[in-house]
């Protein structure tokens, strides 16, 4: 069975600040992981997306992500915040393809402040 | 690319009703997904379709709940009797061979 932990329900930094949302795993094969965010009222976009390869990721809205198999960690990251980032955002993962069952983490609540 | 589609975007109806959502996939996805959203439990599949055949209805929380997909271009999602516990947002999500699900803007359903 797979599993996704992400750790605390909200996070808040300040506009111009590093954003770091933290995202670990369990999986028994390789795995296939992604962030995706929800703005409020709308379905679930694509951030980005880890299947094989090189295990630095860049997303959309300026965000990127590393997959570390040693930590089993996939944690988002974006150097500078914008007030438009202020989101939910959450990490999935699948064991069998990016088409196939998604187990996601609970969710983190991104606040912007100004 | 109009996305997927759902209906209707909000319900509220009275315990015992029968509640049906219903799901357009992106033109050419073959596979498609529903999804429940509540604060306690998160994002929960319910059940997944593979060229219009049930793969996996495990998350199924129980008989109350069917879904159905009689062609590539639709789904529902029927609940019946229903109950103020189904009250969530409900997602489908559709997508193609090894390509990210693409979710729609969700039904948010009230159960009184």
């Known amino acids: 069975a797979q599993s996704v932990t992400q750790l605390g329900s909200h996070v808040s930094v300040s506009e111009g600040a590093l954003v770091l949302l933290r995202c670990n795993y369990s999986s028994s094969v390789p795995p296939y992981l992604f962030w995706y965010v929800q703005y409020p009222n709308q379905g679930l976009q694509l951030l980005l997306k880890?299947?094989?390869?090189?295990?630095l990721v860049k997303g959309i809205n300026g965000f990127e992500a590393e997959f570390k198999k040693s930590e089993t960690s996939f944690h988002l990251t974006k150097p500078s915040a914008h007030m438009s980032d202020a989101a939910e955002y959450f990490c999935?993962?699948?064991?069998?393809?990016?088409?196939?069952?998604?187990?996601f983490g609970k969710g983190i609540t991104l606040s912007v402040r100004p | 690319d109009a996305g997927v589609i759902q209906s209707p975007r909000h319900e509220v109806t009275e315990m015992g009703q029968e509640v049906t959502l219903r799901c357009k996939p992106i033109s050419g996805h073959n596979s498609l997904f529903w999804y429940r959203q509540t604060m306690m439990r998160g994002l929960e599949l319910l059940i997944y379709f593979n060229n219009n055949v049930p793969i996996d209805d495990s998350g199924m929380p129980e008989d109350r709940f069917s879904a159905k997909m009689p062609n590539a271009s639709f789904s529902t999602l029927k609940i019946q009797p229903s109950e103020p516990r189904d009250s969530a947002v409900y997602f489908c999500?559709?997508?193609?061979?090894?390509?990210?699900?693409?979710f729609g803007d969700g039904t948010r359903l009230s159960i009184l």
């Open positions: 880890y299947t094989t390869g090189a295990t």
């Open positions: 999500a559709s997508s193609y061979s090894n390509q990210p699900q693409h």
């Open positions: 999935a993962v699948s064991d069998t393809g990016a088409n196939s069952k998604l187990t």
